[in-house]
């Protein structure tokens, strides 16, 4: 943000932010702007792909600093000549994109979005309660078995399966980092990818239901209301107004 102050919605939560704010939107999230029209800055959008063509030491990107959104804040508040660095970075990026013609211009756009994404990374805040390395891996790794497996098992057990580690074991990595039990981190997560799913007009609760693997969308309903106090039919009304 190189101008104005407001705040930014991501995945149904406001964050506020200000001149030489760094806001990160993760993979799958969903967001918006607030209603200041004189708020300027860029934005850099990128696929996964894009930055792991040639940076394979990013393919866990999405579940490290900044874009863990169970682990981090999406925020990175920068200050005087940090700011100043930030933008010179970020300027190059936008007149490469904009005015390069040369052959060479995607693998330089990749490489100066290393170079950012890597000067992002040296502001890394500690984890809560300054958890060792072992238990960020193991939280990590269930969170790849979350991703992939959410619409096959809800059941925490299998998660333990999956990484070979007891459910004690499991429970204490997430409890650590996050405050919550494994059920209570498992059961936000599903109504958060419900949110998400819900947001986009063109899905009902029933198409919602199968992608989060309901056997019957009554079921996934007293589902939602249980954790939200509303129907999901009622949620995606409210989005619309």
């Known amino acids: 943000i190189s101008k104005g102050n407001d705040t930014h919605i991501i995945d149904f939560t406001a964050h506020t932010f200000k001149e030489g704010s760094l806001i990160f939107v993760s993979k799958n999230q969903v967001h918006a702007w607030g209603k200041d029209n004189n708020v300027k800055g860029f934005i850099i959008f990128f696929t996964e792909a894009f930055l ?32 100043k660095a930030f933008t010179q970075l970020i300027t190059l990026i936008y007149n490469e994109y904009h005015y390069s013609i040369n052959n060479t211009q995607e693998e330089m756009l990749q490489c100066l979005l290393r170079v950012l994404i890597l000067k992002i990374q040296d502001s890394t805040p500690s984890l809560l309660n300054d958890a060792p390395k072992e238990t960020e891996r193991l939280f990590v790794e269930f969170q790849k078995q979350l991703d992939q497996n959410i619409s096959l098992t809800r059941n925490a057990l299998d998660y333990c399966n999956m990484l070979g580690v007891s459910y004690h074991q499991l429970n204490k990595a997430i409890k650590t980092l996050t405050n919550k039990t494994i059920k209570a981190f498992i059961d936000d997560f599903v109504i958060l990818q419900a949110k998400r799913l819900l947001a986009d007009p063109t899905n009902n609760a029933s198409e919602v239901s199968y992608a989060l693997g309901f056997d019957e969308s009554t079921n996934f309903s007293k589902f939602f209301k249980k954790h939200t106090g509303i129907l999901p039919k009622l949620f995606s009304e409210r989005l619309i107004k």
């Open 52 to 83: 792991y063509k040639n940076q394979i030491q990013f393919n866990d990107l999405s579940y490290s600093y900044p874009y863990n959104y169970n682990l981090y804040s999406p925020i990175l508040q920068t200050e005087s000549e940090n700011t």
